[in-house]
């Protein structure tokens, strides 16, 4: 998908383009047989995202770390959609407590789980560590993700199994996976404060994302277990997840718009490859505006993708014993 088809919105080879909003991707699917979690659904493109699953019938878990706003948000979907299955759930992925306090809970539920829509994450935030002692983008854009899609898996494996649906998991990375640090992970100073940059460790984020799923997808085929694992970028929209560099995003958007998107469209591709048809079987793939895309030459290092996973592990492994 090149500059041109950016600013026309012109269809790729999937059929779909930069123009293309959630609504009109999932058109015709009924996913009223699937049930999904949706963290970061209280707003922006997680609501969406939510919105559109549930238009489609899918059973819609809200995971959000705003309670209140989570609740506004289903009674948003509901009076919209009377038939609409929606429930809420806290998730504060910068807390790996919290990460574990939500999966019991949804495990309480006794519900089945066949999406994963690994959504929400901040944006651009000034060096800070999570109550666990992390960077705090790497903790809730990865980390957090790491340790709840790790979680959920087993639940996400029996459905799998014993519905003979095809399970599948969604994770939101980021163009911004190619302006990480020289080093692409930065393992040994993920904490530093010195040398940090708020944009550099927004990419190193979003690449660990990106080398999570691939990962995550590489594992789930050596087992033969019928869930696929993709990676997106939802393009360029103006939601509160850039609530900490307002300056800089309007600078940024002047020079870039032809780029942005509104939030059905930003909600598109997530909503494609959570649901299209098209989707059967595809996995540890990077899909920008609905369409493959080849993620940069750190996204693709597969020792780096497997040294990201027994890091992650031994954050979290540390976290627990502190």
């Known amino acids: 998908m090149g500059i041109f088809a950016l600013m026309t919105g012109r269809p790729g080879p999937c059929g779909f383009g930069s123009a293309s909003t959630a609504e009109q991707v999932t058109e015709g699917v009924d996913a009223s047989n699937l049930t999904a979690i949706v963290t970061g659904g209280a707003s922006g493109i997680g609501f969406e995202t939510a919105r559109v699953l549930a238009l489609r019938r899918a059973h819609v878990i809200i995971a959000a770390r705003n309670i209140e706003a989570a609740n506004e948000a289903k009674q948003a979907i509901i009076k919209e959609n009377i038939s609409a299955r929606v429930d809420v759930l806290k998730l504060d992925l910068c807390s790996l407590k919290s990460v574990r306090a939500f999966v019991d809970s949804f495990n309480a539920l006794d519900l089945p789980l066949n999406l994963l829509i690994n959504n929400a994450g901040v944006m651009f935030c000034p060096h800070q560590l999570s109550e666990d002692g992390v960077e705090v983008q790497f903790a809730t854009n990865h980390l957090g993700h790491f340790l709840l899609t790790n979680l959920l898996l087993e ?129 540890g793939k990077y899909f920008v505006d609905c369409n493959e895309l080849k993620p940069s030459s750190h996204a693709r290092d597969e020792k780096l993708a497997k040294k990201l996973w027994d890091f992650s592990n031994k954050l979290i492994d540390g976290a627990s014993k502190s």
């Not at 660990?208 to 990962?215: C, G, I, K, T, V």
Request: charged fraction near 20%; avoid cysteine; glycine fraction near 6%.
């Open 155 to 283: 639940k996400m494996k029996n459905t799998a199994r014993t519905t003979g649906v095809e399970g599948r998991i969604v994770i939101l990375s980021s163009l911004a996976h190619t302006t990480p640090y020289q080093e692409g992970i930065r393992f040994d100073k993920i904490n530093n404060r010195i040398g940090y940059s708020e944009l550099k460790a927004y990419g190193q984020s979003k690449l660990a994302n990106l080398l999570h799923s691939n990962e995550l997808s590489r594992r789930l085929q050596e087992e033969g277990v019928n869930i696929t694992v993709n990676s997106v970028h939802p393009g360029l929209i103006m939601t509160p997840l850039m609530r900490h560099s307002p300056l800089l995003m309007k600078t940024f958007k002047l020079f870039t718009f032809w780029m942005w998107k509104n939030v059905p469209q930003g909600a598109a591709t997530t909503s494609y490859v959570a649901l299209h048809p098209k989707m059967k079987g595809v996995t």
